[in-house]
């Protein structure tokens, strides 16, 4: 398995554009979630999804969209990039909620937005 | 609301030395605790998942105890390596699906 993989890596935007995170996971899991990872800040919840076709907010949504068409994907947009979304983001999987089983989490995407 | 909190923040030990890293929360209705460790530019790797009901786990050269009452876990890291620098975090799941999560202990361990 692969587990959860992210894509791109890095990458470095202008104010005003928009892109997508990517995330897949391999293991069947229902529970996906996005977490961004900031100096002084910790990490702290974007969006999460229980399942395909369910989504919903975490502490800081603003400026940001997911959608859950499929149990493997859970793509994170940005809808107009802003400096102050320059961080880490990592996605992270889980056969069941974070109250019952343990959190699988993918190798990051560094953002810059210029 | 729920605080973590990792003491201390950063720690530097002789290769070989056994340690233990500690993590603390306010809340104790907790549903579980998870460990994980970072290195630098890196993801952020599971190490141990303690359950509320559970007092300890290990795995490895790891062990992670829990106890609720006192709102404490501590991971004892036995026979240290270099291998074994990184940053170690705790976390917790809130009412809301979040992990809350301490701020780390950065571990170095010199050869």
């Known amino acids: 398995n692969a587990g959860v993989t992210q894509t791109p890596k890095f990458q470095v935007l202008k104010t005003g554009q928009s892109m997508t995170l990517q995330c897949a996971q391999d293991?069947?899991?229902?529970?996906m979630s996005w977490y961004r990872q900031d100096p002084g800040m910790g990490l702290r919840l974007i969006h999460y999804?229980?399942?395909?076709?369910?989504?919903d907010q975490g502490e800081v949504p603003n400026g940001y969209n997911v959608s859950r068409s499929t149990t493997e994907d859970f793509p994170l947009r940005l809808l107009s990039a802003a400096p102050s979304q320059t961080s880490v983001y990592f996605c992270?999987?889980?056969?069941?909620?974070?109250?019952?089983?343990?959190?699988?989490f993918g190798p990051g995407t560094r953002l810059t937005v210029l | 609301k729920q605080e973590v909190t990792q003491i201390p923040a950063a720690l530097s030990v002789p290769e070989g030395e056994n340690l233990v890293l500690n993590c603390s929360f306010t809340d104790s209705a907790i549903y579980n605790l998870q460990w994980f460790r970072q290195d630098p530019g890196k993801g952020l790797t599971s190490l141990l998942l303690i359950q509320s009901s559970q007092r300890e786990q290990t795995s490895g050269r790891l062990n992670a105890s829990l106890d609720k009452s006192s709102g404490r876990s501590t991971l004892y890291i036995a026979a240290s390596q270099p291998g074994d620098s990184a940053t170690y975090l705790c976390a917790v799941p809130d009412s809301n699906y979040q992990l809350i999560w301490g701020a780390g202990t950065k571990l170095i361990i010199k050869p």
């Open positions: 999804s229980v399942g395909a076709g369910i989504t």
């Open positions: 992270a999987s889980s056969s069941d909620s974070p109250w019952n089983n343990e959190q699988f």
């Open positions: 293991m069947n899991h229902e529970y």
